[in-house]
T-cell receptor, first 114, second 114 residues
């Protein structure tokens, strides 16, 4: 079975500061990991994904994430926050059951202040 | 953006009434999913489909049924709506269902059951 834990339901940063959103996973099979972003009253948009190969994954809007098997982590980072990054972020792992649906974490709301 | 539409986008209904939500895709993807999003829970899988007339249950399927008579349409029915089914419902599609495959999400339907 797979599961995802996002540490911190709310993260606040200043504009220009480092963004770090934490995600740990549990998986009995090699994990396929995803980060999605949700802006208010919108659907989910894929930021990046890790399947196999390079463990540092670059995504849209300057975000990146590093897969660390030894730590069972897939933390999301961005060197310099922008006001437009304020949104809710979801980490997810793809299952090998149930049509390979996604198992989501509970989400982290990112606030960016000027 | 993936061609996914959901209808209606907003609905208010009363306890005990039937409700049907529609997901329509123009991508000809094989897999379709229904998730519900609730505060503090992230997104959870209700049902999924792996082809026309091929559907199966997800984590939170009680009280819901689905149908898929055409590749492009996936319907979610609440036979007798309850207040616990007040939620935001998202449809997602995936081309092959492979674990590395990206899931694309629709804009969501906000359902309120009074």
């Amino acid at each position: 079975a797979q599961s995802v834990t996002q540490l911190g339901s709310h993260v606040s940063v200043s504009e220009g500061a480092l963004v770090l959103l934490r995600c740990n996973y549990s998986s009995s099979v090699p994990p396929y990991l995803f980060w999605y972003v949700q802006y208010p009253n919108q659907g989910l948009q894929l930021l990046l994904k890790y399947t196999t190969g390079a463990t540092l994954v670059k995504g849209i809007n300057g975000f990146e994430a590093e897969f660390k098997k030894s730590e069972t982590s897939f933390h999301l980072t961005k060197p310099s926050a922008h006001m437009s990054d304020a949104a809710e972020y979801f980490c997810a792992v793809r299952t090998n059951q149930a049509g390979t649906a996604l198992i989501f974490g509970k989400g982290t709301t990112l606030s960016v202040s000027s | 953006d993936a061609g996914i539409t959901q209808s209606p986008r907003h609905k208010v209904t009363e306890t005990g009434t039937p409700v049907t939500l529609r997901c329509h895709q123009t991508e000809n993807h094989r897999y379709m999913y229904w998730y519900r999003q609730d505060p503090g829970h992230g997104l959870r899988l209700i049902h999924y489909s792996y082809g026309v007339k091929d559907t199966d249950k997800g984590e939170v399927s009680d009280g819901y049924s689905v149908s898929r008579s055409k590749t492009e349409d996936f319907l979610l029915t609440l036979e007798s709506a309850t207040s616990s089914q007040t939620s935001v419902y998202f449809c997602a599609i995936s081309e092959t269902g492979a674990r590395s495959d990206t899931q694309y999400f629709g804009p969501g339907t906000r359902l309120t059951v009074l």
